[in-house]
Structure formats: C-alpha cells, structure tokens
DNA sequence: TGATGAGTTCAACGCTAGATGAATTCCGCG
DNA sequence: CGCGGAATTCATCTAGCGTTGAACTCATCA
C-alpha cells in the first residue's frame, strides 16, 4: 500500500501555487505566523516540496516579495504631476496597490515587518529610506527637512495600513479609495509640502 | 546535589519582577511571540512560577494590562479645553503615556494587536470603539461624521506608534515629543474639526 | 512539635514549527 | 530500451512552545 505518487505530470505550475499560496499567508498572518506547513496546505502540496523548491522559508518569503511591486517606481510616479495634489495621489495610489491582487505582497511585507525584526528592516532600510526619501526630497524645498518630511508620510501611510488592512478599523475598513484619498490626501499633502514648525531641522 | 532551593524569602516581590519582565516582553515583541518561558528568564524564575502566580499566558497579559493606562480617562482629558488645539493635544498626551515607564503596557497591546487576533479585537472594540469614538462624537458638530472622523484620527495616532515604536524610523523615532506634536498635531486637528468632502457620512 | 500552605523547582506531555534525507515515481533523452 | 534527474512523499530530527503535576523547602502558627 501506501503508494507514493511521484511525478505527477499534469502540475507544472506546482511551485506557482506554493508562491500564490506563501504570499496570501504572508499577507494575512505576517512572517512568523504563516507556517511552511500551513502553505502547502493551502497549495494541495507536501511541505518537503516547499523546501525543495524555496530552499528555506527565508528564501520562499524574498521570492514572492520579487513580484510587481516595485514602489521605487511608483512612488516617484505618483509624487510626479501637479505639486498640489501630491498628497492625495500618494494616498490614492497606495490604496490602489494594496487592494489589488498584486497589492498582496506588499501588504505580505508590511504585515511581516510587524513582527518580525528582519522584515522589519527590509522595510525600513529599503521602502521608506531609499525610495520614499528619496522621492520627497525632490518635492520638498529645504532639503534639510527632507528625511523628516517622509517620516511623517511615512506615518500617515502606515496608519491607513494598520487601521484598514490590519486592525480592520469600521467604517474605514470598508470605505471607498476615493473617499479616503479625499479625506487623508490634504493632510500627507501638509507633511509634504506646508510650512512647518522652526525646531525642525535640528538634530 | 541539586539542590532545589524552595522559598527564598527575601523576594516577596518575585511577582512583581514577572510582571515587569513581562509588560517589557509583551511591548517588545507582542503577545505571540513573548514566550512565558523567555519571560520567567527575564525574571529569573522558573517558568512554572508564571503559572503558579498568573494561571494562564491570556491572564498574564491581562494583568499587565491592569495598570495604569486607562485611556477612557486620558483621552477625554486631552480632547477637552479649547477646540482649536485639541488635536495637537491628543498627539502629546498620546507620545507622552508611550514614552513613560506606564506606557510601556499600552505599547504592549498595540504590538499584540497587529498579530494576535484576540489582543486586536481587545484594542478595536474597547479603545477605539468605546473610547475613541465617543470622545470624538462630543467634539464633531455632525454626529454622522463621529465614526469616520475616529477612524481617521485612529489612522495617524496608529500611524505614529508603529513608525516610531515598531519600525522605528529614524528620525522620527529619535524626535522630541514637542516636535512631533507641534507637526503632526493640526493633522489630527482636520481630522477632527476641519470640513470634510461630502461623500463622507455615506454607509 | 508538628501540620499547613505558599514559594519554588524539575521533569514531562502534547503540540507545532522548520528542516533534512531517503525512497519512490515517472518524464524525456540518448 | 535504459538511464538520469526532476517531482513528490514519508518519516524523522531538533527546537521551542504552553501547560501540568509532583516534589521539595521553609516560614508561620496552633
């Protein structure tokens, strides 16, 4: 008995299916809490084929962030176009990704970085520092103030994830993208591009 | 040999060291990943003496939350006196508890809460819904509007706790309270007491 | 003195995790 | 046909978790 299946021919796309499962777990529990195990479940699959394939989960979890986010190209498009509005594209931009289906991965490495130091760093070192720096400092007059500038959009950004995606704060769980971009664009807005208080600067 | 030990009579506050090792392990790394066992080594204890005094890892957590945050206290405080400047209020009480020796047990929720579900109803249906919300509803000229005006007011306290605490953005992270409250502070200020598009109240 | 009970420790159970290595099946190529 | 290697499965290892129960020590009090 016991008849072990071997090759089944048919399932090509078997490590496609590990990936699509990895990354809705990564984004629905973070890093830590969504377990190899729990993946190949998800995908139908052994989770010795998740090995097989990934090496290790470390590795599974930078293959499937390597889909299309590519927010070093988007931020910059979005701050990009009439400086007034800025604000609200951003705002309106990121809930567009993250409500796509591609949007997974990202929310996969904000959920991960949460609570899971590495990740953590993935994020900070990478997304806010070298792409949303970067991208302000272009909009920003006094370049001093760059780095806080995006700090601060940085945690308006954060909060609409956290309320929205993670807490599932109601009724902002629920509410349209427009409504939200409406509401919270004019205040990234300020953060990017308003006066702001003389102590500022300092460090 | 092995000498087992049995009472030492001088720690009579051995429960105190617990709650402490672990108020410090919930706002570090959040309720899942705080193991009773890393905890007991904190305190250097044995981790069945966290059973012995607490029962169950739920029960720790809720008596390290039985201390002296209640915001149901705190955030009416900040919200009352003059309209004009309750935001920037709310902003420097809230940076204010985070930063204080108490604050480290509000820390501890928040970080539970972006990874254990329990730990995020606890904070969704008790501090926004209940405190929060109703904090708010006695400031907002329209009642329609209270909840999202909350929700929105959630998204930036949220937004700065997880850049400055979790992620730890630099050099938000390293900032004087007075700074950040003074920049972030006629944010919240919009959120709660600035017209807002029409769309809004729909639902 | 002797009993009580709180403080404390140790060992173990059952569970889940990530990872590994051997065994099996079968496609495709020579 | 025969063979190599990829795909797949199973059994297992190690490590950590929360939790439990029994054992031991000792201060206190009748």
Redesign the pocket.
Known sequence: M????????G?QD??ESILDAARLAFAEKGYDN?????IAGAAQ?????V???F????KLFLAVMNAPINPAELVPQALAGPREQAGERLVRMAIGVWDSPAGTAALAVFRSALSNEWTARLLREFVVTQVLRRAVSELVLDPDEAAMRSSLVATQIAGIMVARYVLKLEPLASADADVIAAAIGPNVQRFLTEPMPEVFKAD
Chains 1, 2 share one sequence.
Request: glycine share 8%.
């Open positions: 016991a008849r072990r299946s071997g090759r089944r021919p399932n078997t490590r969504a377990s190899i195990r729990s699959v052994d989770p010795a084929l090995h097989h394939y090496g290790t989960k470390e």
